[in-house]
């Protein structure tokens, strides 16, 4: 097809036209699906079901998971998610509830009322305090710094990470500057991993906050949609490599392996942070439920039996995501221009770029006509967009008969919309 830029109004006007009588036909189907979140879906939350049938409750050295104790988990679920994780001692790891972005919620408090075992002072007493977000990222990080009173700064996502020499630049001599963003593996929305250059310079920058933090989301780090897993370099490794061992703060669950919300969290960092982290968690908490912890070590097991485990959730997903590529290309890859997209190898998200001023209104289209999906402009701090070209895909939860009927109505909104703002100008 003819590019759209080339085009004359009347031809503008004729292909509209034609979309919108595409639109209309789908209106007409009354589709009712949710797209706006990354949700595993029926058959993979089955593939947990025998997770459920754990009879007996007594962990090694006879611990009984039904009673009070061991706040910082039992010792076989430390051992697990040092596995899982590539820590290098269980006694790095806290196991937390159900969690993740909770257990975030709570450091980032920590750093406020009370600072980390590097602060000067606690994150309250500072004056403008900021915190660095990769963009597009994950809207929920951000609504966490947001509620805390940080100012958020957008650093551009490249392939191989944060661009570093934008992130140097502003951590060298601003002390307000308390942190940053990461999901190194397969991130959200793009999908991209951080490169060894990336995860290096994080650990061995310069920073004017003594007690700048990286808090490292690894949620997506056994999560591959090919027969590779990408393995980053280990950040905890690297930040004590280079004198900066109390820098990272690193984080996963088995959310999207087993149960998303009924899951095991855990926080990995330097031991002189953890003994920190306990000293405080242990006034808000006596323990966390240990009965999960053991449900999920005997029925995972270990990094290899995770990664066997997650192959079965591969074959489930990974064709939704080849099936909206490939509609992406027939629909939106014959008209040069108006879109491109990320192909991403893990994780649960690709992103769709449209026209600039476009993203909304496809948004908007898409929900008149059923599909609801994640509202344009999350994946960036406040929910703004500057280019209103972004839209995060969540292919993971429809079926595929589902999917490809939403994915086929997305590229006409996409059309409708790079059409109409055309027209306008």
Not at 44 to 73: F, P, W
Not at 96 to 114: F, H, K, P, Q
Request: hydrophobic share 40%; net charge negative.
């Amino acid at each position: 097809m003819k590019e759209y830029g080339s085009m004359d109004r009347a031809a503008l006007e004729a292909e509209l036209s034609f979309q919108q009588s595409q639109y209309d036909a789908f209106k007409q189907k009354g589709l009712k699906l949710d797209m706006s979140r990354g949700k595993p879906c029926p058959e993979q939350l089955d593939l947990s079901a025998d997770m459920m049938k754990l009879e007996n409750y007594i962990g090694e050295n006879g611990v009984d998971t039904r009673n009070y104790g061991y706040l910082e988990g039992i010792p076989e679920a430390r051992r697990f998610f040092a596995d899982v994780m590539r820590v290098p001692s269980p006694e790095q790891v806290l196991v937390c509830g159900n969690s993740a972005l909770s257990t975030m919620y709570y450091l980032i408090d920590l750093g406020w009322r009370v600072g980390f075992v590097d602060s000067i002072r606690p994150w309250r007493f500072c004056t403008n305090i900021k915190f660095l977000c990769p963009t597009p990222g994950y809207d929920r990080h951000f609504k966490v710094t947001e509620y805390f009173g940080f100012q958020l700064i957008p650093v551009p996502m490249l392939e191989t990470g944060p661009d570093m020499d934008v992130v140097e630049r502003l951590v060298k001599d601003d002390d307000s500057v308390k942190g940053i963003w990461c999901v190194p593996v397969y991130s959200n929305p793009d999908g991209y991993s951080y490169s060894d250059d990336t995860v290096r310079r994080l650990a061995a920058m310069e920073t004017a906050a003594p007690d700048f933090k990286i808090f490292w989301d690894d949620a997506y780090c056994v999560h591959t949609l090919t027969d590779e897993v990408y393995e980053v370099l280990p950040i905890l490794e690297e930040c004590a490599k280079t004198g900066h061992p109390d820098r990272a703060m690193m984080f996963c669950s088995t959310s999207k392996m087993t149960f998303p919300g009924a899951g095991v969290a855990a926080v990995a960092t330097s031991r002189k942070s953890v003994e920190h982290i306990l000293r405080n968690m242990s006034s808000m908490i006596i323990s966390y439920d240990k009965m999960n912890q053991l449900r999920h070590v005997r029925f995972l097991k270990d990094r290899k039996g995770v990664l066997e485990h997650m192959a079965k959730h591969r074959a489930i997903i990974a064709p939704k995501f080849e099936l909206v590529k490939e509609t992406f290309t027939r629909e939106l890859g014959s008209c040069p221009g108006i879109a491109h997209w990320t192909d991403p190898k893990g994780g649960y998200f690709l992103s769709l770029y449209v026209m600039d001023g476009c993203a909304k209104r496809t948004v908007e289209l898409c929900k008149q006509a059923g599909v609801v999906l994640t509202p344009a402009g999350a994946a960036y701090p406040y929910g703004i967009d500057p280019h209103d070209h972004h839209l995060r895909i969540a292919p993971t939860y429809p079926s595929l008969a589902e999917l490809e009927q939403a994915a086929t109505l997305l590229c006409i909104c996409v059309r409708i919309a790079t059409l109409e703002k055309l027209l306008a100008k």
